[in-house]
């Protein structure tokens, strides 16, 4: 219901599933089903262009208790490779496998253009997708995850345009509210974080570039904070009805705007101005949490 209410009263250019798409600590068997359900569900709605990254639940194993209060766990019977294989199934899938050397699966960055037409040159923005494990995996990121970032930083095809980005588990206690720097709801009180963080926060800050990185995970959170004088700090809010918490669904919406700022009519990404605010749309369709950096 929250996810029909949401993209029908913001009609989105482009929805970011950001991690526990599935609840699989709850599902004894092939998981493909309720997958397919979900981004049928998006497809209905009128969502034409998705993609997605892993939590920590989407590939957990099946935990029940016995009668004698003994806690039995089964491996997950869908994996990480099987979904990521399925969402790109779809044509409206904009998910990539990311590449197999590294941590993790959902480890891609899309190039973003203010056309359908247009080729890899004319790209004015990115968004950076990391995989913070979870599941079958450690609750982690690697440093082999950084390296590959580094490298693409350095990649002609991703240089020299703003970009942002988005993880599942925040990395570290710097997710943490602060009355003075953040805003929103801090309904957890707090931030369950990575197991071990290779230092993401500081490559960000260290690109210049990239505005902000959204993460979920703690499912009363939907607050955005001011981090750095280049990175924002954000979380999404919790829009599915697995897991914990009563708080009303909905999602954080972020629109990316460009303004012209050169005197020549090329429309490229060095003649034009970056900026993005972000608000948080209900189930029931009010919005709330508006943030503007």
């Known amino acids: 219901r929250a996810i029909r209410s949401v993209v ?15 609840t699989a600590n709850n599902i004894n068997k092939n998981a493909t089903a309720y997958y397919r359900l979900l981004i049928e569900t998006l497809i209905d ?10 939590g920590n639940h989407d590939d957990q194993a099946f935990s029940f208790v016995l009668p004698n209060g003994t806690r039995i766990e089964t491996k997950a019977k869908t994996t990480r490779e099987d979904l990521v294989q399925l969402d790109m199934s779809y044509d409206g899938s904009w998910t990539q496998r990311g590449p197999r050397n590294i941590f993790g699966t959902s480890n891609y960055v899309i190039p973003l253009f203010l056309n359908s037409s247009s080729g890899d040159d004319d790209a004015v923005a990115n968004i950076y997708f990391f995989d913070s494990g979870g599941g079958s995996i450690p609750e982690t990121m690697e440093e ?21 980005a988005f993880q599942h588990i925040p990395a570290n206690n710097n997710f943490a509210f602060q009355a003075n720097k953040c805003e929103g709801m801090n309904g957890d009180g707090g931030v369950a974080i990575l197991d071990h963080d290779p230092g993401i926060l500081n490559v960000l800050i260290e690109r210049g570039d990239i505005h902000f990185l959204a993460v979920g995970h703690n499912h009363g959170n939907d ?4 981090y750095s004088s280049s990175l924002h700090l954000c979380f999404g809010r919790h829009s599915g009805y697995g897991g914990y918490g009563t708080w009303e669904r909905g999602a954080r919406l972020y629109l990316l705007e460009l303004a012209e700022k ?21 189930e029931s369709g009010n919005v709330i949490h508006p943030y503007r950096p």
């Open 8 to 22: 029908r009263a913001e009609r989105p250019d482009l929805v970011v599933l950001s991690g526990d798409q599935l």
């Open 45 to 54: 709605s009128g969502v034409e262009n998705w993609c997605m990254i892993f």
């Open 144 to 164: 082999n995850q950084i390296s590959w970032l580094q490298s693409t930083f350095s990649n002609n095809t991703f240089q020299n345009r703003p970009a942002v």
């Open 223 to 226: 607050y955005c904070c001011d």
């Open 262 to 282: 050169c005197e020549t009519n090329k429309s490229t990404s060095r003649c034009l101005e970056f900026s993005w605010r972000s608000w948080v749309r209900l």
